[in-house]
């Protein structure tokens, strides 16, 4: 999660309508808001479509501190760019031209357009504009970052390119991971916080001494933490991929369950008896309400702490195909619409 703020963007899209409802009965009903489909195609893609568009299963998406939108890909093994203000065309920085030429993944180092990753996850970026990736199948952490002559460069940040254990207290070049597949900064930008999802525990990376070390999952046990940010107060939140639960990192490592009941479904209403299936990411609104990508419901939920109550936003007609990435900015949200092979953007629904 960063603190970026950006412009408003202008530009021709294809707008839809969805609706906000709560199941429970005590939660007002939230008014309509328009959906516009930024990149890819305007109709749900076809599910053994040969060549979707412009975008291949992205999983993730995130903003520069010149408010330029950055993708990663699952399939694709890319990560592309859009200049601020153009959703239209974007740009691959790193990765293959081409989502679907022979050998689109890999594990190499080097200059960007050569380099080569499988199955990215997520992203996220620092004040001085460096992307960090989450490089899953090759149980690394990769690292993006533009030289002073103006070209992009790939490196391994942390891990060695093959699983390992959660060992503690080791160098980021040293440490092993086990299909990390989270990323997010800490709210000084000063450590770097891993969803290490085989090793079912959440790692840091100190950014300065790049000293590794374990933050939960230890003593109060995680069940496939898939995703990390931070709350409102800077506490550590953590979303369970197969727990189908939202918790809380106290201080002292134990782990609290904010909302999900641990059984799959998709249940809203009061957070602790909602259910979920197969959450794969979230993002923080200022407002402190957190925007959860359930996968495997196909749907976008909302857990408000004030109320503790999980509500869906819900589209109609109109459906999501696995959703992998959400990301809140300014006052937008952005959707990684990972099996339709698209980015959609909704305004954040009034409290």
């Not at 597949?181 to 290490?196: F, K, M, P, Q």
Request: with cysteine.
């Amino acid at each position: 999660m960063t603190s970026f703020t950006f412009r408003s963007c202008s530009l021709a899209v294809t707008v839809y309508t969805l609706v906000f409802l709560a199941n429970n009965s005590t939660a007002d009903e939230m008014p309509s808001l328009p959906v516009e489909v930024l990149i890819g195609p305007t109709e749900p893609a076809p599910e053994d479509a040969p060549d979707p568009g412009p975008l291949r299963t992205p999983f993730a998406v995130e903003f520069d501190s010149q408010n330029r939108m950055w993708i990663v890909e699952f399939d694709g093994g890319r990560v592309l760019r859009c200049e601020a203000n153009d959703f239209g065309d974007p740009s691959v920085i790193a990765g293959p031209e081409s989502a679907t030429e022979p050998n689109a993944l890999g594990y190499v180092d080097g200059p960007a357009r050569s380099a080569r990753f499988n199955k990215l996850h997520n992203l996220v970026i620092d004040a001085e504009d460096v992307l960090y990736l989450s490089d899953h199948a090759n149980h690394s952490v990769r690292r993006l970052i533009q030289t002073t002559d103006g070209e992009w460069m790939v490196d391994t940040y942390a891990g060695q390119g093959k699983e390992g254990p959660a060992t503690d207290n080791v160098d980021r070049r040293d440490a092993t991971f086990h299909e990390p597949i989270s990323v997010t900064l800490d709210a000084e930008g000063n450590r770097l916080l891993i969803a290490d999802i085989g090793n079912q525990v959440v790692r840091s990376i100190d950014l300065s001494s790049g000293l590794v070390t374990t933050l939960a999952g230890r003593t109060s046990k995680l069940k496939d933490p898939r995703a990390v940010d931070l709350d409102g107060n800077r506490r550590l939140l953590v979303l369970e991929r197969n727990g189908n639960r939202l918790r809380r990192v106290k201080s002292n490592g134990d782990i609290t369950t904010l909302a999900g009941s641990g059984k799959k479904g998709k249940a809203d209403g009061d957070a602790k008896q909602a259910s979920f299936n197969g959450p794969k990411h979230m993002d923080v609104a200022p407002d402190g309400r957190v925007y959860i990508a359930d996968d495997v419901n196909h749907l976008v939920r909302v857990y408000d702490p004030e109320t503790d109550v999980v509500q869906t936003l819900n589209l109609g007609e109109y459906t999501l195909r696995r959703p992998h990435g959400v990301c809140v900015r300014g006052d937008q949200l952005y959707i990684a619409d990972s099996f339709n092979h698209r980015i959609l953007r909704i305004p954040l629904p009034a409290k």
